[in-house]
Structure formats: C-alpha cells, structure tokens
C-alpha cells in the first residue's frame, strides 16, 4: 500500500497534521523567566546608578 503525502492530491485537500497537546509549564521555565527578569531589572538599577554619577 502508499501512504499518503503532503504533496498528493486528493479531494478535500492536504493531509491535516496530528494535534498535539502543549505540556504544561514546568517550574524550570517559570525560574528562567525569574531569573531573566531580574537580571534585567539589576541591569536597569545599574544603569540607573551609573547615571546619577556622570559615567
């Protein structure tokens, strides 16, 4: 037997691809977005700091 491809033709259309649940967020990717934003706001604080001394 064939097996159907993307580039067949047929009547309704392209195959549909399969639907694949999302995992839910694990408690690493919360920590990155932690640590991301607070590097960031260190970053800005120094910049801040910098600032006021005339660097």
Same mark, same amino acid.
């Given at each position: +037997? /064939?097996?159907?491809?993307?580039?067949?033709? /047929? @009547?309704? !259309? @392209?195959?549909? !691809?399969?639907?694949?649940?999302?995992? @839910?967020?694990? #408690?690493?990717?919360?920590?990155? #977005?932690?640590?991301?934003?607070? +590097?960031?706001? !260190?970053?800005?604080?120094?910049?801040?700091?910098?600032?006021?001394? !005339?660097?």
């Amino acid at each position: +037997m /064939s097996q159907l491809d993307s580039t067949s033709t /047929s @009547p309704v !259309g @392209p195959a549909r !691809g399969v639907l694949v649940k999302k995992p @839910p967020t694990s #408690i690493y990717t919360v920590l990155m #977005i932690l640590a991301t934003l607070s +590097m960031s706001l !260190g970053c800005l604080f120094l910049a801040l700091e910098r600032a006021k001394y !005339g660097f």
